[in-house]
């Protein structure tokens, strides 16, 4: 499966954005999915997860409350609502799948898009 994300920007503190991350290849209701960050410097890090069938969602402590994962198995497309950005969410976001039930680890995924920069100003 291919995964071609998009959304990203340069937001102020407390903006919005929605993360979108396109599939094509494959069988996308086959696939739990998951939504990474990674900093400069920093490795990358899970942010949320969603299952197959859209039923089940995890979230990193960090993000909860504040983030939405969510897919439309008809468009084979995963989102990511990010809401009440921080600084600290300045990040290349990634969507990866994982054929079966979703993962917490980036070595659990073995497909990854290409990223989208987010930029969160102070």
């Known amino acids: 499966v291919q995964l071609q994300a998009s959304g990203g920007g340069l937001v102020q503190a407390g903006g919005s954005l929605r993360l979108s991350c396109a599939a094509s290849?494959?069988?996308?209701?086959?696939?739990?999915m998951g939504w990474f960050r990674q900093a400069p410097g920093k490795e990358r890090e899970f942010v949320a997860a969603i299952s197959r069938s859209g039923g089940s969602t995890y979230y990193a402590d960090s993000v909860k409350g504040r983030f939405t994962i969510s897919r439309d198995n008809a468009k084979n497309t995963v989102y990511l609502q990010v809401n009440s950005l921080k600084p600290e969410d300045t990040a290349v976001y990634y969507c990866?799948?994982?054929?079966?039930?979703?993962?917490?680890?980036?070595?659990?995924?073995?497909?990854w898009g290409q990223g989208t920069q987010v930029t969160v100003s102070s």
């Open positions: 290849g494959g069988t996308f209701s086959n696939y739990g």
């Open positions: 990866a799948a994982k054929l079966g039930a979703y993962g917490l680890r980036a070595h659990d995924y073995g497909y």
